[in-house]
């Protein structure tokens, strides 16, 4: 009887495999997940000490605005977009020089790139975090005096508040440019000009295609957001300036 | 093969006599109960943390520990269920910004994830710090469109994998989007990107015919539709341009879609999409109930969306 009980369980084993299966009936449906759901404990718990330390550092303070910064405070230039593209431009220049021996002469990022404003009051990590949303690293292209000649076209037919940093430009009335300096002097045909700016912009977004085939390319390994929070960190009191590097007369 | 078939039916014929109460009729019952439950999620980036009450679109929606609690009901209820997802696992909260996808990958392995592709955010902080948060997730990654060959992931990667569930056999292979203009060269390094549709015309041949697969799946990252650019691969243009794949879980374009895509394959045949938006405010699932293929033919297929 045994030996009976053990074959036929043998036999619907391989006999219920072996029937060929197919599908009768399907059903399908998306699950909200909402607070109707109770809340895993031990996942919670596992969580928490990441969550804490985020939490921790996020509300690190490590500056002051003294005023509202947001990226239309002005036309051609904001006083966000002026901090931005100075702090990059410091930030990177002692480690472009160490590694060069050379210093940089522009920065140039995107006007779309600022996600949020500063609000007057204590600056925190969280502030780059909102700020600075993505992992856009640093990156200096060394452009020949064409390519800066094509920049200043961009930015010209663009007229939106790029941010800019060691370059000066003025319009007519007309949108004609009067003049464009870099720190202070005029563009040299046969010199090149060290631009830093994001690898973002730098790889063809916001057809910046002035930056895609540079003299050279040295990567910094820097993200813009940690640039800020070392800035940050450096100032007691952020600039909020805006001093006519991108005016129309 | 035939007649060791009438000798194991000629043994049970006898035994059935002997046993008596069990009759083929309750037998032939009982193996038409086979169910299958598929859980999906794609584009979670990071959102660990369920939506603030004040959140304009999601209030109060989403979080991991929520997550898991459905899923192992769902497991309680149905032990034969996968859990997968469909890429971009990492990138969009503080979490991954401080620890790299470490969370991310450890709450998925104690939730008992059993597969996931591979989205175009995975290499947000490049490939050799993906590989390196490897060793943190319990769970599989299938790419058959990414050739890995020269790079860290070689052989980390399979093109599919074969679950058996109740002696139903699933496979899953995956698809991801083309990287070049997406993401950073210097990220990705050598993968390679094939195309996605040619890929999967013949993974799902392999799956079908050479595995004997009784469920094809697909694990896209490819995205849902492009109206705009109706040429780029879709999940929507892979489903109408191959055949025997029973379902496509995709993810990349966020689309929460309302309910399951029920499109046309090659063969005229229907083949389930679905995609549940992003940042784990929802769960897919998918039941596939299984019956004698006899009585498929005889009585044929119902979908319920």
Known sequence: ?249 | MKRRDFIQNSLASSAFVTLGGLSLQSFTANSAKKHITILHTNDVHSHIDPFGANHPRNPNQGGAARRASLISNIRKENPNTLLLDAGDIFQGTPYFNYYGGELEFKLMSMMKYDLATIGNHDFDNGIDRLYAQLPNANFEFVSANYDFKNTVLDTHVKPYKIFMKDGIKIGIFGLGVKLAGLVDKRMYKETVYNDPIETAQDMSRILKEEEKCDLVICLSHIGYNYKRNPERPSDLKLARATKDIDLIIGGHTHTFLPKPTIEKNSKGESVLVNQVGAYGVYVGRIDFYFDAEKNVIANGKSIIV
């Open chain 1, 1 to 249: 009887m045994r030996k009976i009980i053990a074959l036929l369980a043998i036999f619907i084993a391989i006999s219920c495999s072996k029937e060929k299966q197919s599908v009768s009936k399907i059903e399908g449906k998306r699950i909200n997940i909402n607070d109707s759901i109770t809340t895993n404990q031990e996942i919670e718990d596992f969580i928490k000490p990441f969550r804490k330390r985020i939490q921790e550092d996020m509300n690190k303070v490590l500056s002051y605005a003294s005023k509202d910064m947001h990226k239309n405070d002005g036309k051609l230039e904001t006083t966000i977009g002026n901090l931005m593209a100075d702090l990059v431009k410091s930030q990177s220049e002692p480690i472009y020089k160490k590694r060069t021996e050379k210093s940089i002469d522009i920065c140039i990022l995107n006007h779309g790139g600022i996600r949020a404003p500063i609000q007057a009051g204590p600056i925190k990590t969280r502030t780059a975090f909102n700020v600075m949303p993505f992992e856009n690293s640093i990156v200096v292209a060394e452009l020949t005096a064409e390519n800066v000649h094509g920049m200043i076209d961009y930015l010209v037919k663009a007229k939106r508040a790029h941010p800019i940093s060691g370059l000066t430009i003025k319009l007519d009335q007309n949108d004609k440019l009067v003049e464009a300096l870099v720190n202070g002097k005029p563009i040299e045909a046969n010199k090149t000009y060290a631009v830093v700016t994001s690898d973002y912009l730098q790889n063809g977004g916001d057809r910046m295609d002035f930056l895609k085939n540079p003299e050279s390319l040295e990567i910094l390994d820097y993200k813009i957001r940690n640039a800020m929070i070392d800035y940050f960190k450096t100032v007691d009191t952020i600039p909020a300036k805006l001093d006519g590097r991108f005016i129309q007369q």
